[in-house]
Nanobody, 112 residues
Framework: QVQLVESGGGLVQPGGSLRLSCAASRDIFSLGWYRQVPGKQRELVASKTRDGVTNYADSVKGRFTISRDNAKNTVYLQMNSLKPEDTDVYYC?????????WGQGTQVIVSS
């Protein structure tokens, strides 16, 4: 079992920045972020494995950066140049085959 504690999120103007953090209760293979608008499927934003392999959604490449502190079992998502279409609930994800764990979600609103 893995517990995930998320922080960050909130309201920001278009073009602004936010940083999300997610602390896992133990070491785990992959940590990342997904997002979901009500009524739509949850989609990957970015993930990073314990050994540094990253994966980004095409829509966030060049704007978002995922980083990970393995000593703290924590993953960070730096979101720059935010757009209104980035408005979503963002969920931290931890994965180690065959189990996936989810955080409670944090709201990101990009609006002027």
């Amino acid at each position: 079992q893995v517990q995930l504690v998320e922080s960050g999120g909130g309201l920001v103007q278009p073009g602004g920045s936010l940083r999300l953090s997610c602390a896992a209760s133990r070491d785990i293979f992959s940590l990342g972020w997904y997002r979901q608008v009500p009524g739509k499927q949850r989609e990957l934003v970015a993930s990073k494995t314990r050994d540094g392999v990253t994966n980004y959604a095409d829509s966030v490449k060049g704007r978002f950066t995922i980083s990970r502190d393995n000593a703290k079992n924590t993953v960070y998502l730096q979101m720059n140049s935010l757009k209104p279409e980035d408005t979503d609930v963002y969920y931290c994800n931890a994965f180690e085959y065959p189990h996936a764990y989810w955080g409670q979600g944090t709201q990101v609103i990009v609006s002027s």
